[in-house]
C-alpha cells in the first residue's frame, strides 16, 4: 500500500510541478504588468504540457569535451534526490513508520549539492563549474543555519518524526511564539532551491544561466523538474513546522500554495543580493540568531522538565 500510494503521490507531484510553472509565469506577468501564458488551452491551462512536450522532443545535444558519464547521469541523480524527499511525507497510515524523517532530510539536501556540482564540473565550460562553485559554497553555508533552525523546533517536539508535528501544533502554531525562525527558515529555504535572490548557479547577466548552460533536451527537464519538486516540498516543510500538520484540513493544503506563492512573490520583487552579503547574511545573521533560539529552546526545556 505504502508503494501504490507513493508513486500516486510523485505523479501528484508532477502534476502539481507543471501547474506551479504556470502559476509563476502567470504571476511574474501581472507583477511586470502583462499577461503571461493565455493562449494555449482555457487561460493558458495546457501551456505547461506543450512546454514538456517541447522540451523532451528537442535534439540532445552534448559537449564534446564534457566528462560523458557524468554529464548525463548527473541531472537523473538531482530528480532521485527530488523524488525520495517525497518519502517524508507524513501519511496517515505508513506500512513502516519513518521515526527519523527529519535526519533523512538532512542527509538528502546535503547530498543534493553534488548534482549541481557535478553537473557543473563534467559541462566542461567555465560558466557551469562557476555556477556550480557558487551553489558548493552558498548550499553549504545555508546548510548549517538550516540544520540548526530545524533542531530548535524539534527540541519542542522530542522526536526526529515530522508527524509529532500535528500532535504538538493541535491548540497553538508553533509560528505564534517562534516568528523570527520562521522568517530564518524560509529565507534559507530560498538559498537552498537556489532561488531569488540567491539565485548565484543561475545568475543569466554573468553566467549565462550558470551551472545547466549546456544541458537541453532531457537532461535540463530533469534538472527543470527537480528544482520545482523542492520548491514545493519546501512549502510543504515549513507548513508541517511552522503553521500545524493536520492533513484532513484544507487550511494545510491553502498553506502550502501561499508559501509557493511566497517563492516566487520574493522572485518579482527583489534583486539579486550581492555575494558578499549572502555569506554575511548566513554566517553573521541566521547563524547566531538560530545559535541563541536553540540555548534558550533547550535552557526552557530543562526547566520544564
Known amino acids: 500500500m505504502f508503494l501504490v500510494s507513493f508513486v500516486l503521490l510523485l505523479v501528484c507531484v508532477l502534476i502539481a510541478v507543471a501547474f506551479v510553472t504556470l502559476l509563476e509565469r502567470k504571476i511574474l506577468g501581472y507583477i511586470q504588468l502583462r499577461?503571461?501564458?493565455?493562449?494555449?488551452?482555457?487561460?493558458?491551462?495546457?501551456?505547461?504540457?506543450?512546454?514538456?512536450?517541447?522540451?523532451?522532443?528537442?535534439?540532445?545535444?552534448?559537449?564534446?569535451?564534457?566528462?560523458?558519464?557524468?554529464?548525463?547521469?548527473?541531472p537523473v541523480f538531482m530528480l532521485f534526490l527530488s523524488f525520495l524527499l517525497w518519502m517524508l511525507f507524513p501519511f496517515f497510515m505508513n506500512v513502516y513508520n519513518f521515526n527519523l524523517g527529519a535526519l533523512f532530510f538532512l542527509c538528502l539536501t546535503g547530498m543534493g549539492v553534488y548534482g549541481v556540482l557535478l553537473s557543473g564540473w563534467s559541462s566542461n565550460s567555465n560558466y557551469a563549474l562557476l555556477g556550480g562553485l557558487r551553489s558548493l559554497a552558498q548550499t553549504i553555508s545555508y546548510e548549517v543555519s538550516m540544520a540548526l533552525l530545524l533542531i530548535?523546533?524539534?527540541?519542542?517536539?522530542?522526536?526526529?518524526?515530522?508527524?509529532?508535528?500535528?500532535?504538538?501544533?493541535?491548540?497553538?502554531?508553533?509560528?505564534?511564539?517562534?516568528?523570527?525562525?520562521?522568517?530564518?527558515?524560509?529565507?534559507?529555504?530560498?538559498?537552498?532551491?537556489?532561488?531569488?535572490?540567491?539565485?548565484?548557479?543561475?545568475?543569466?547577466?554573468?553566467?549565462?544561466?550558470?551551472?545547466?548552460?549546456?544541458?537541453?533536451?532531457?537532461?535540463?527537464?530533469?534538472i527543470f523538474l527537480s528544482e520545482y519538486m523542492n520548491i514545493i516540498f519546501m512549502s510543504l516543510l515549513c507548513t508541517i513546522i511552522f503553521f500545524g500538520c493536520n492533513l484532513i484540513s484544507i487550511t494545510f493544503f491553502m498553506s502550502v500554495v501561499f508559501l509557493i506563492f511566497m517563492f516566487i512573490w520574493v522572485r518579482g520583487t527583489l534583486p539579486r543580493y550581492r555575494y558578499d552579503k549572502l555569506m554575511y547574511l548566513t554566517w553573521s545573521g541566521f547563524l547566531p540568531l538560530s545559535l541563541f533560539y536553540l540555548l534558550f529552546f533547550s535552557g526552557t526545556l530543562m526547566l520544564i522538565y
Open 35 to 74: 499577461k503571461g501564458p493565455n493562449k494555449v488551452g482555457f487561460m493558458g491551462l495546457l501551456q505547461p504540457f506543450s512546454d514538456g512536450i517541447k522540451l523532451f522532443f528537442k535534439e540532445q545535444t552534448y559537449p564534446y569535451f564534457s566528462n560523458f558519464i557524468i554529464y548525463f547521469f548527473s
Open 152 to 222: 530548535c523546533l524539534l527540541c519542542m517536539i522530542f522526536s526526529f518524526e515530522f508527524f509529532d508535528f500535528m500532535k504538538y501544533q493541535t491548540y497553538v502554531w508553533f509560528l505564534l511564539f517562534s516568528f523570527p525562525l520562521f522568517m530564518c527558515f524560509f529565507s534559507s529555504c530560498l538559498a537552498e532551491t537556489n532561488r531569488s535572490p540567491f539565485d548565484f548557479a543561475e545568475g543569466e547577466s554573468e553566467l549565462v544561466s550558470g551551472f545547466n548552460v549546456e544541458y537541453s533536451s532531457g537532461g535540463f527537464a530533469f
